[in-house]
């Protein structure tokens, strides 16, 4: 692992261990008061998915405290042109599929709408004028996400899947083997097959545009007003996060 990864919001230990070297991560405390992220819910979603070889395991955690350490691992980010990387690709496709077979009725689902609310409001009472931007696209895609909200049965009638909420390269791992493990679980919920599909894709652009194709003709309309949702709720994270001193 590396000690420079995502938002560099949090603070990373390496620990000499009397079994190794540890990871301690050591929360901000702007991530759940202003970003929304939830530290119960990190620890219990990447126990999950390091039980099915996608996470480092959880050696120990202080919620109170607000950190959790785990084993040191080597490897290095996802590459940033992994979409260009076929072997890349294949790896990271298949961790996504990996994570639509993992079943989390345990986690809280997330209501993507009310999370970007959320997020508006709170740059608002920071930034008027910054918050103002996105009134716009607001105005029209939360009605357009209420509506196939409301005509989607498809995904009802799943059990929810263990979505990981944050697919950047920095949260991806490559192991020196090729393997690859995912870091950061704060923004994890229990969701629909397509999430992180589409969080990942209102991240990066390039991701191989036949991966939407996957999505049921039922689900598209869906999964289009999430892609939008998406990319305002990562533009208003990161109008929040502007403001935040990184992690000492």
Known sequence: MTAARGSGLHRLRRIEG??????????HPAAAGLLGADFRTEVAAQRLAA????????????????????????????????????????????????????????LPPLDLAARVSLLHRRLAQRDAVAAAGFDAELATVLPQWRRTKTGSSTEAACAPCLVHGDLTPGNVLVRPDGSLLLL????????????????????????????????????????????RLRRLLDALWHALRAGIPRGA
């Open 18 to 27: 009397p079994d190794g070297p540890v990871l301690r991560r050591e929360w």
């Open 184 to 227: 950061d679980w704060e923004y994890a919920h229990a969701g629909g097959a397509w999430d992180d599909l589409a969080a990942m894709m209102a991240g990066e652009p390039r991701v191989p545009a036949a991966w939407a194709s996957a999505v049921p003709l039922a689900e598209r309309g869906r999964f289009d007003a999430m892609l």
């Open 51 to 106: 039980a099915q070889g996608l996470a480092p395991p959880v050696i120990d955690h202080d919620p109170d405290a607000g950190w959790v350490s785990m084993p040191w691992m080597e490897g290095q980010p996802l590459e940033p042109d992994w979409p260009q990387r076929p072997a890349r690709c294949a790896a990271v496709s298949g961790v996504l599929a990996r994570l639509r077979s993992v079943s989390a009725p345990g």
